[in-house]
Structures are given as C-alpha cells and as structure tokens.
C-alpha cells in the first residue's frame, strides 16, 4: 500500500482549505486597513477613531484563527494516521497498543524508531516542526474559556519550546509573557512539508524492520 501517497492526500486537504478559505476574510481586513468601500469612513475625518468597523476586523480575525487550528488538526491528523499505518504494518495492533516510553503519542513513534535503530538525525528539523506543531493544536483544542478570545502558548509548549514556529508574527515576544498563537499560510506550509518530509524518509524502513521492532522483550503488551 502507498502510505506515502494516502498522506499526501490528507496534507492537500489541509492547504487546499486554507488557501480557498482565507482570503475573503484577509481580503475584508485589508479593505478595512486600507478604507476601501464598504469599509470607508463616511464621517468627518477629524471624528475617525479606528473602530468602526471593528466587529468586521474581529469577525475576519476569529475566522482566520480557527481556520488556522482546524487545518493544523488535519496535518496532526494525517501525521497520527500514517505513523499509525506504519507501525500496524511493521508490529501489528500489539505493538501499536503497546505501553511506551514517551509523551503521548508521537513520543510513542519516536521509541519505536529508536528501538528500531532508525536515525532521525536527518529529519531533526521536520521533527522539531511536528512537536510544535502538536503541542500548538493541543493548545487550540483544550482553550476552553470563554472570555479568551485568543490562544495563547502553553507552559508545556513554551518549556519545549520558548520560540515556537506557531507564534503570532504580529505579537510582541516578551520572555516573562505569554505568547498568542497563530496558525499562518506560511507555518501551515511548514507542518504540512515537516510531516512530508519525515513520512517520506521513514516509508522506507518499513520494508526491513519488523523483526527488529517485534524481537524486542521490553514492551509491555495489553493482555
């Protein structure tokens, strides 16, 4: 089965609806920005205040922000779905069932690789990419209070990872503070290639490691 090309797949989904589906609400920021009709102030210039159509702004940048989070969840999505894949295929179901080191469950992947004496070096940054990019959804998923109406970079994410690619590039970065996060067309782009790139050097593997992943004792299997 190509896993490789099922995961493409799930990856264009993600940019496909974020490339279609941002830019009416960027088109309605840049028209208020820029005071383009049916944004522009009718009014004495002296009276202008820059809020007047502020529920549009808000509106448009709400939009942006869970547009951005549902993409980022498709690519987290498609990352699980083939890793997933790749261990049934290389371990069965008691492996992947398996209790393992590691924090949930792209830890989990990361023990099974090691076990199986596969170097990640080489897709260090693509790694590095996907954490974040992990850590950044659950953000957005478990941001539960009402009264916020931004997302803003977890403890666990900011210990992991104090400069996150997933920072609002529009926010100002001060140490002792929390950071909003973001998911742009840019760091969207990232996920996507990260969870590509690192997929396409592990396809191979898969070919010549089951008996290296199943062989090992320590695993402690559900009865």
């Known amino acids: 089965m190509d896993l490789v090309h099922l995961l493409k797949r ?11 589906a941002a830019p009416p609400f960027e ?8 005071h383009e009709p049916p944004y522009a102030y009718g009014g004495d210039p002296e009276d202008y205040c820059g809020d007047e159509f502020y529920t549009e702004w808000s509106d448009s940048e709400d939009a942006l922000d869970a ?3 549902s993409c980022l969840a498709i690519v987290q999505q498609a990352a699980h779905a083939y890793l997933k894949a790749w261990v049934l295929e290389i371990g069965g179901k008691e492996v992947w069932e398996a209790k ?3 924090d949930g469950w792209f830890g989990k992947c990361r023990h099974l690789l090691q076990v199986a004496k596969i170097d990640l070096e080489p897709c260090a940054a693509a790694v590095a990419i996907i954490e974040q990019g992990i850590l950044a959804r659950n953000d957005f998923i478990h941001n539960d209070d009402l009264l916020d109406t931004m997302t803003m970079q977890s403890e666990e994410h900011k210990t ?7 920072a609002d590039p529009r926010w100002t970065v001060e140490p002792a503070n929390p950071i909003r996060l973001r998911v742009t067309r840019e760091s969207l782009k990232e996920a996507i290639d990260a969870v590509a790139r ?7 593997f898969r070919y010549r490691t089951r008996l290296e992943i199943t062989g090992q004792p320590e695993y402690d299997l559900p009865s």
């Open 10 to 20: 799930k990856l264009h989904v993600a940019d496909y609806l974020y490339e279609n």
């Open 27 to 34: 088109e309605t920021q840049r028209k208020i920005s820029e």
């Open 67 to 69: 547009l951005g989070a």
């Open 100 to 102: 393992l080191p590691g």
């Open 160 to 166: 992991k990872y104090p400069k996150t690619k997933f």
């Open 198 to 204: 690192l997929c396409q050097y592990l396809d191979p």
